[in-house]
């Protein structure tokens, strides 16, 4: 275990510092590498290994500033977790794609792998912050270590990986740092029947809970697509894969929410009342101003 839990936060608050996508050092391997189908979130279809015809030659975005006003509100949402240096910068070491194209079929290849391990990273360092989670400290800690190890292997080891695997074990880690995380509101609220404390995998879609409580709720794999949750209390929620593709999270309250991402944060619409944890981003188009309820 580190050395002491006021050191280990800050250790972990770089630790996802790490794990935001850093564009100016990757080769837009999002943007090359991915495939997208023309929808409401992109205003065209592009094969995977096909460069995007917005893509430069100096890897930057040729209409970065207008992304949503061009059909491509997708392409604002995704987060690489970092991924896309590391398979850059690390795996190939800063190997150009375009100047070597024989490689570019195994970074490819590689990145959303690489992006499923960072992802991972990104919720043990989450599950290992939370104060409630020291009596699984050292597991977290050494599935931390053992899914970062994995992330320097070779390209023939990467592609290798039985990634499922590896994320069962992560997910029941993570299951428990949740159950530990919202044990006093479990039991609160033992015996309540009016308030259901597990949600998982429940539909949502454009439900009204303006305002609901909804604190320390098992919310994993919920699906809040065009959600009213203005002004809703979502502190110690269990939020891992929730959906929330243009939920309205205007002033909510999700400062204290378990697993939320930097993608789910730029899928909903909230504003500058929005509590968000630490190391989540405010996104660019939010409202600046506080959204009339």
């Known amino acids: 275990m580190m050395e002491n839990r006021d050191g280990a936060k800050r250790n972990l608050e770089l630790v996802q510092k790490n794990l935001k996508a850093d564009c100016g050092n990757c080769f837009a391997l999002c943007c090359a590498g991915l ?34 006003r061009s059909g491509f ?33 195994e970074m490819f290849a590689v990145f959303p792998v690489m992006t499923q391990l960072h992802e991972m990273l990104w919720y043990l360092a989450d599950a290992m912050k939370q104060e ?12 931390m270590q053992k899914t970062e190890r994995l992330t320097l292997l070779e390209v023939p080891e990467l592609m ?29 609220n033992k015996g309540r029947k009016s308030k259901k404390l597990t949600q998982r995998n429940a539909d949502m879609m454009g439900a009204e809970l303006k ?12 699906y809040f697509i065009a959600a009213n949750l203005r002004q809703a209390d979502l502190r110690t929620a269990d939020l891992i ?6 939920a309205d999270i205007s002033g909510a309250d999700l400062s204290t929410s378990l697993f939320l991402t930097q993608v789910q944060a730029n899928a909903a619409i909230g504003d500058c009342h929005t509590k968000l944890p630490e190391a989540i981003s405010r996104p660019d188009h939010w409202a600046k101003k506080p959204r009339i309820f």
């Not at 305002?211 to 919920?222: E, I």
């Not at 894969?241 to 243009?246: C, E, N, S, T, W």
Request: charged share 30%; glycine share 8%.
């Open 35 to 68: 495939c997208f189908t023309a929808s409401a979130d992109f205003a065209f279809d592009k094969a995977a290994g096909v460069p995007c015809p917005n893509l430069q030659s100096d890897f930057r975005c040729g209409i970065h500033e207008d992304l949503r």
């Open 73 to 105: 509100k997708g392409c604002t949402v995704f987060d690489c977790y970092g991924s896309g240096q590391k398979v850059s910068q690390v795996t190939f070491k800063g190997k150009d794609w375009r100047k070597d194209p024989g490689a570019a079929k």
């Open 132 to 143: 409630t989670a020291k009596q699984i400290y050292n597991e977290l800690e050494e599935m």
């Open 160 to 188: 290798a990986l039985d990634i499922p695997i590896h994320r069962a074990q992560v997910n029941d880690l993570l299951v428990k740092a949740s159950e530990l995380a919202r044990a006093d509101v479990l039991k609160r």
């Open 211 to 222: 305002g609901a409580d909804l604190k320390g709720v098992d919310f994993r794999g919920a």
């Open 241 to 246: 894969g929730a959906d929330f593709r243009d």
